[in-house]
């Protein structure tokens, strides 16, 4: 088993870089279903908030409804159940995040993160959620506890995110109402874990390791940097860790930090153009459209869509400086991934001695 960690120490920097897969474009498999479907599920609950004039909400929202990147490609049963699951994760996170910004305190934000992050790593390879990682959960939890939060959010927020997570439910079970979307081919469901397959499989100490320290590590190095921004740190410092080896997890964090170059200067330059709310809104969900349908076939060209999804949702929900905003997305994003590339390098197996 994990062969590829041992072999990968043995390959050339050549080799390696082209492993990275800058370039690759994998196969389309349907994907536009999934990105309407996430559209649907994000864009539907955030337009209604917009029209209520209740623009402070739409973070919640959008984090509950992240459970409709889940089991894309999955048989509806098993759609179901990593969609229920991954909301009710989401939802948990969500609350937790708004409980520790009503406490204050940028260090019980750091480790809310880091007890997440390893929670979401366990019940991911547990459940077999689709996407594995803790990227959704960390970044929901380390958003809410960014910001100060009043105890009488707490409910909102909960109830919110919990009502968008139950509408993408519903969003990613409508397939079974077409024939198209019953004939479809799709992944079966796969066995649940059992104790002794979760916590002695190889690799997974090292993993645990990782998934704790690198939000601790990045989100500390952000606040002792004075960063604007540090929940962006810890997010990026959890991106690369599903990669099943040390050179696919590094890949992963080429293609993020490429990815994020690209759409911070696009964010730019729609954002200097000042766009309306529902300008806004369109375009962010353009944007979502677009990491869609290459989150599973290149990551990098996925990430020019995911950066200005955040940037474009941030500027609904909080009025920044686009500018100054888009170079703390750029500076926290690198900070991250530097954080994560030397956790990797610092965990990964070694080649057993020979006798």
């Known amino acids: 088993m994990h062969h590829g960690r041992v072999s990968e120490l043995h390959s050339s920097p050549r080799s390696i870089v082209r492993s990275w897969g800058l370039t690759e474009l994998r196969p389309h498999e349907h994907a536009h279903w999934g990105a309407l479907r996430a559209v649907v599920s994000v864009g539907a609950p955030v337009a209604v908030l917009l029209a209520l004039d209740r623009a402070d909400l739409t973070l919640f929202a959008s984090f509950g409804a992240f459970n409709s990147l889940y089991g894309r490609h999955s048989v509806y049963a098993a759609r179901l159940r ?31 993160t880091a007890v997440t992050s390893v929670l979401a790593y366990l019940v991911s390879r547990w459940r077999h959620w689709v996407p594995p ?38 969003v990613g079970q409508t397939g079974q109402l077409f024939p198209a979307g019953r004939e479809r081919q799709k992944h079966a469901a796969r066995p649940l874990l059992s104790r002794a397959e979760l916590f002695g499989s190889e690799g997974v100490r090292g993993d645990l390791i990782v998934y704790a320290a690198a939000p601790v590590v990045a989100g ?46 696009l964010s730019v330059a729609i954002l200097s153009f000042d766009p309306g709310v529902v300008t806004t809104l369109v375009l962010a969900l353009i944007a979502q459209t677009w990491a869609e349908l290459f989150v599973a076939r290149n990551y990098g060209l996925a990430v020019v869509g995911i950066t200005p999804l955040a940037l474009l949702m941030q500027h609904l929900a909080v009025e920044s400086d686009p500018f100054a905003t888009a170079g703390d997305r750029l500076a926290e994003t690198a900070l991250g991934l530097a954080v994560a590339v030397v956790l990797i390098l610092l965990t990964r197996r070694r080649p057993k001695a020979q006798i």
């Not at 990593?82 to 204050?104: C, H, N, P, S, Y």
């Not at 962006?232 to 990669?243: D, F, N, Q």
């Not at 992963?252 to 200067?265: K, N, S």
Request: proline share 4%; aromatic share 8%; hydrophobic share 60%.
């Open 220 to 265: 500390a190095t952000a606040l002792t940097a004075g960063g604007a921004h540090p929940y962006w740190a810890m997010v990026s410092a959890v991106v690369p860790l599903t990669g099943p080896s040390s050179t696919q997890r590094i890949a992963r964090a080429m293609h993020r930090i490429w990815g994020t170059l690209a759409g911070v200067l």
């Open 82 to 112: 990593m969609q229920t699951e991954a909301g009710l994760f989401l939802v948990g996170a969500v609350a937790l995040g708004v409980l520790a910004g009503a406490i204050g305190g940028s260090w019980l934000a750091i480790t809310a």
């Open 133 to 170: 990682g803790a990227l959704f959960p960390v970044f929901a939890v380390s958003a809410c506890s960014a910001h100060h939060q009043s105890w009488n959010m707490l409910p909102v927020a909960v109830g919110v995110s919990a009502a968008a997570a139950v509408f993408a439910v519903l």
